[in-house]
């Protein structure tokens, strides 16, 4: 191969477009953006709207073991009995209270790290991206063992007389989810609250307290409406993933732990109803869009632009 | 001085951070309504207590009083002192308004004279007519104004203000200390000064104090200062000095009245700041640039030294020579462009000096 055989579309580099793109003909100009888009629209295309829009057939279909093929509206009806009604909503109550722990959580260790932990800031942060380097398997077995009837929890409650009986609602409740959930997504939630946060002038701070006012005052007035758009962020980057998670219910989730994807995975590959499993599944995606859709809405997106 | 307490009074106040001493037991005192700068090189401490006084560092040593009362512990949001940053910090989600509304708030007033006072404020820095505005759309010296009244809207007892004209241009910065001086006189509140720029500190201060390395090397009027500076860091630091080492020849109560330079030039000397020297201790004469003067030959009836002209420099109002001293050295003579000139680079000339201008300090420090 000699240099001069490149594929199309890579030959440019950035900065020589800018010099030729002015020359090209106007039709030309036009159509180099589309091409340049043209590879990640085809990677979006063929891995994920393919995928979805063959669920979607099939969430049309009568599509179980025995089922022929045929169009019907049979799966959407069997996503609303009861139980699935009811795992819905579990799902939505441990989504929104992990959701909410979680920000309880990281809104203020975000801050500790941004502002106030000086030389360990650097450490810290490290410190949360290797704690997701863990397989999420290992880790949610090692919540097994420290949440389970005999295990870490338990035993030192004992131990210190605080308890006769070891606690039952440790594991394999909603409980346990929530635990489990929060303490996985801890990372994706610090980190662009960190970065809202490190936006902020120190000195700003600074002339709030400097203005008469204490840190509750601070927070609400300065560090919140600066960082709004970071905690939007934040909503959508984690609660997708909570409200879809699979392997935290079914490992730790026990019966009344149960969460809308983990049946969805039960129907695909225990029961063979991929018919009910593809309806259950827009059911989710819509219920995720619907919680994106309201984050936008109720936070003026434009207002929360803080850069100059 | 009357009774009144002062306004804003340090006693034997030092801050350290780990190892590095940052002020070094420093005395000051300022009565209300001064105007007071903190003048120094980068590093030297002015900061460091004007962050004390704001209460955002506590001292490590010695006691802070405001209005005569301690202070070392007050957190700043209870202190009745404001705080003009060098950044501004201006709160970027903010209107202009709201900027300035945000202390009188806090404050809990009532809104209808939250909205006085505010644009009362606005209106002393001339920046009433852009209430509405973000900070982001507004140049540096109309963030500089909206910061100014962010803090005089809250009528502190002390406003300190940490070098804030640092980030603007010459022009801006010149026309921003006289109104910064006007706006001073019209509240009549004590202003805390912090800057680096001695001609910023003498335009505006009533009295600075020179700091060097944590200390307070000298405080007084700007005239004071620059005619009577009290150690050699002053005398350089204060405008431009030519310091030339000498032996006290007679003593007068303490102080040399009559000191002879190394090249055998003798001098009486009008003012001095080496307390109880001895006939024959070293000291150093400092002499400003536009009290010296250049002559042809050796004038009769003023101490001189002679040298030889190495530059000429035209500076429009003023004309700077550059004379290289025949006994070692150079010397820096100003002179304006008003006088006529003959003096050319290479010239053998002689550099006299008013009797009455020159000033004695020690030769002890550097």
């Known amino acids: ?308 | 001085m009357n009774d009144a307490p002062y306004a804003l009074e340090l006693r034997k106040v030092t801050k350290r951070f780990g190892d590095i001493v940052a002020v070094d037991g420093i005395d000051l005192q300022v009565p209300q309504g001064e105007f007071f700068s903190l003048l120094g090189p980068s590093g030297c401490g002015k900061t460091t207590t004007l962050r004390m006084i704001a209460g955002f560092e506590e001292p490590t040593e010695g006691t802070l009083l405001l209005a005569g009362k301690e202070g070392n512990e007050i957190p700043p949001f209870r202190r009745n002192t404001n705080l003009v940053f060098q950044s501004y910090a201006l709160f970027p989600h903010m209107t202009v308004f709201e900027n300035v509304a945000f202390g009188p708030r806090r404050a809990r007033l009532p809104e209808p004279e939250v909205r006085e006072r505010v644009m009362a404020a606005l209106e002393t820095v001339r920046m009433a007519g852009l209430a509405e505005r973000l900070p982001r759309s507004l140049s540096g010296g109309q963030r500089q104004r909206v910061a100014l009244a962010r803090a005089l809207v809250n009528r502190p007892a002390v406003l300190l203000l940490d070098e804030p004209l640092g980030a603007l241009d010459l022009k801006l910065r010149k026309e921003m200390q006289l109104e910064l001086k006007r706006i001073q006189r019209e509240v009549g509140i004590c202003f805390v000064y912090v800057t680096h720029d001695q001609e910023e500190a003498m335009t505006m201060s009533d009295r600075l104090a020179v700091m060097n390395e944590g200390r307070i090397e000298q405080i007084g009027t700007p005239e004071e200062v620059y005619h009577r500076p009290a150690t050699r860091f002053v005398a350089e630091f204060i405008g431009e000095a030519n310091i030339l080492e000498a032996t006290v020849d007679r003593v007068e109560d303490g102080s040399p009245v009559q000191v002879s330079i190394e090249d055998g030039t003798t001098t009486t000397v009008a003012s001095c700041n080496e307390a109880d020297c001895e006939v024959g201790s070293r000291v150093l004469v400092v002499l400003r640039p536009e009290h010296l003067q250049l002559h042809r030959s050796r004038p009769e009836d003023l101490p001189a030294t002679e040298g030889r002209v190495a530059e000429v420099i035209f500076q429009g109002s003023v004309i700077r020579f550059v004379v290289e001293r025949l006994a070692g050295g150079t010397l820096t003579v100003l002179d304006t462009t008003a006088t006529p000139h003959r003096a050319a680079p290479g010239d053998g000339v002689w550099v006299s000096w008013l009797p009455e201008w020159a000033h004695v300090v020690s030769s002890s420090d550097l």
Do not use: C, H
């Not at chain 1, 594991?171 to 936006?199: D, R």
């Not at chain 1, 499993?277 to 989710?284: I, R």
């Open chain 1, 1 to 308: 191969m000699n240099g001069s055989v490149t594929p199309p579309g890579i030959d440019e580099e950035p900065l020589a477009l800018e010099t030729t793109y002015a020359g090209k003909p106007r039709r030309q100009r036009r159509l180099a953006p589309l091409l340049y888009l043209a590879g990640p629209v085809g990677v979006l295309a063929v891995f994920f709207a393919g995928p979805l829009g063959i669920l979607a057939v099939y969430s049309f279909q009568e599509r179980s073991r025995t089922g022929d093929g045929s169009w019907t509206l049979l799966n959407y009806m069997a996503a609303l009995q009861p139980r699935y009604v009811e795992t819905a909503l579990d799902t939505l109550i441990i989504a929104v209270i992990s959701m909410a722990v979680l920000l309880a959580i990281a809104y203020p260790l975000a801050y500790l790290i941004a502002f106030k932990v000086g030389r360990w800031e650097v450490p810290l942060l490290l410190a949360l991206a290797l704690s997701d380097e863990l397989n999420p398997l290992i880790r949610i077995y090692a919540w097994r063992t420290i949440l389970g009837r005999n295990g870490v929890v338990n035993t030192i409650l004992q131990q210190l007389n605080l308890i006769d009986e070891p606690l039952d609602w440790l594991i394999f409740t909603k409980f346990s989810v929530v635990v489990v959930l929060t303490a996985s997504w801890l990372p994706y939630a610090v980190i662009p609250l960190y970065a809202a946060m490190k936006t902020i002038d120190r000195r700003v701070l600074e002339a709030a307290r400097d203005l008469g006012a204490g840190w509750w005052t601070t927070f609400q007035k300065v560090v919140f409406p600066l960082t709004a758009a970071g905690f939007l962020a934040t909503i959508v980057i984690v609660f997708i993933p909570i409200i879809s998670d699979f392997a935290a219910p079914a490992l730790v989730g026990g019966k009344s732990g149960r969460m809308l994807a983990s049946v969805i995975e039960d129907l695909f590959l225990g029961r063979g109803q991929w018919g009910i499993g593809s309806a259950l599944t827009f059911v989710l995606l819509a219920a995720s869009g619907f919680v994106v859709w309201l984050s936008y809405k109720i936070t003026d997106i434009s207002k929360l632009d803080t850069s100059r």
